[in-house]
């Protein structure tokens, strides 16, 4: 009777013992549910937020290449400004450096001018005031001349090179 008593009660044990491990593993189960439903919530939440992130973040993207957009047009526009500014300013350096060249040529001219007004002036002098009949034979007088013709060429060709 004491194996029967055992097995009887080895059998109420182990049918406890089964019911323990349903409830267990019923209980486990619920755990289980409820810790999925738990993530599936935190993933939706993070992913809203990263959502929620990723469209600032674009946002702030567009505007940032908008704004460098921006500001490369208007570094180009300030560049072609600064070349035709530069291209200008040559045109100006070219038409100043012309302009001296042109007045460097004429104050040539005057010099020539005033020497042969005063190598004429002492040939009338040393001839009491009176014209020499051999001027035009005056071989300093001829070079003046020459060298005014000379002058007047150069500003003339320079002044026609410069209108082209």
């Known amino acids: 009777m004491s194996k029967v008593n055992q097995t009887s ?4 044990q182990q049918s406890s013992s089964k019911k323990t491990k349903a409830k267990v593993s ?3 189960h619920g755990f289980w549910n409820e810790t999925k439903e738990n993530v599936s919530e935190g993933a939706k939440i993070i992913g809203n937020e990263l959502n929620t992130i990723g469209k600032r973040f674009v946002k702030v993207t ?5 704004t460098v957009q921006n500001k490369t047009n208007e570094m180009y526009k300030y560049g072609v400004e600064i ?3 530069g291209n200008e300013i040559n045109d100006l350096a070219d038409h ?3 302009d001296v060249t042109l007045k460097k040529l004429h104050a040539h001219k005057k010099e020539l001018a005033e020497k042969l007004g005063v190598h004429l002036y002492k040939l009338v002098k040393d001839n009491k005031n009176k014209v020499p009949e051999n001027l035009q034979s005056n071989k300093e007088l ?4 020459k060298d005014l013709k000379k002058a007047d060429k150069e500003i003339s060709d320079y002044e026609k090179n410069r209108n082209k």
């Open 26 to 28: 019923r209980s486990e």
């Open 9 to 12: 009660k080895q059998r109420k």
């Open 62 to 66: 567009e505007s940032l290449l908008g």
């Open 96 to 98: 100043i450096k012309d």
């Open 83 to 85: 070349t035709n500014n």
């Open 142 to 145: 001829l070079s003046f001349i």
